[in-house]
T-cell receptor
Framework: GAGVSQSPSNKVTEKGKDVELRCDPI?????LYWYRQSLGQGLEFLIY????????KSGLPSDRFSAERTGGSVSTLTIQRTQQEDSAVYLC????????????FGQGTRLTVV | RKEVEQDPGPFNVPEGATVAFNCTYS??????FFWYRQDCRKEPKLLMS???SGNEDGRFTAQLNRASQYISLLIRDSKLSDSATYLC??????????????FGKGTHLIIQP
């Protein structure tokens, strides 16, 4: 079966441009996470969606970052006016959402801001 | 106290040795615990869940200590292919059931020939 799919796999953008990163979770998974990971660093939590509940946006680093999850499925992470420090791998994960359930990761989008 | 805390390492261990690392968590209400493995430039993948009674999967043993709020991972007879970053994962559980997973920053393990 299909896993978590992220697109694009690589994105190079100019400083100041807006970018959209897409995540297609595993069908039926109610929980969806966005993380970012800079080279050699750990996972940095960005945002968490669970069903119809209000998302946990506590990890978004600035108001240039936003995310949506439409119809409880596909999610889009938008970064406005990109900065060089936004360069990182952006990872999406989904989970069935119940207790004792693991999260499955996509292969990530490598974002480079030049 | 951070939600999930791990020693970042690196742990440099000779092939064949036994290595163990711990992870502490702050939320005493957490119910689910996992170890993930992340290879260089790859996404994290589940290594094993951690159950209250402790569990073993081949050379890997995971244990949970609720009283002290830590989980551990033991790797016996380490192989070169065990070199990776090991992430400790705990669910937040604010009282409404599973409430999102919190990932530690990871412990970097290097197995040396």
């Amino acid at each position: 079966g299909a896993g978590v799919s992220q697109s694009p796999s690589n994105k190079v953008t100019e400083k100041g441009k807006d970018v959209e990163l897409r995540c297609d979770p595993i069908s039926g998974h109610t929980a969806l996470y966005w993380y970012r990971q800079s080279l050699g660093q750990g996972l940095e939590f960005l945002i968490y969606f669970q069903g119809n509940s209000a998302p946990d946006k506590s990890g978004l680093p600035s108001d240039r970052f936003s995310a949506e999850r439409t119809g409880g499925s596909v999610s889009t992470l938008t970064i406005q006016r990109t900065q060089q420090e936004d360069s990182a791998v952006y990872l999406c994960a989904s989970s069935p959402g119940g207790p004792n359930t693991e999260a499955f990761f996509g292969q990530g989008t490598r974002l480079t801001v030049v | 106290r951070k939600e999930v805390e791990q020693d970042p390492g690196p742990f440099n261990v000779p092939e064949g040795a036994t290595v163990a690392f711990n992870c502490t968590y702050s939320n005493s209400a957490s119910q689910s615990f996992f170890w993930y493995r992340q290879d260089c430039r790859k996404e994290p993948k589940l290594l094993m869940s951690v159950y209250s009674s402790g569990n073993e999967d081949g050379r890997f043993t995971a244990q949970l200590n609720r009283a002290s709020q830590y989980i551990s991972l033991l790797i016996r007879d380490s192989k070169l292919s065990d070199s990776a970053t090991y992430l400790c994962v705990v669910n937040r559980n604010s009282g409404g059931g599973a409430d999102g997973l919190t990932f530690g920053k990871g412990t970097h393990l290097i197995i040396q020939p």
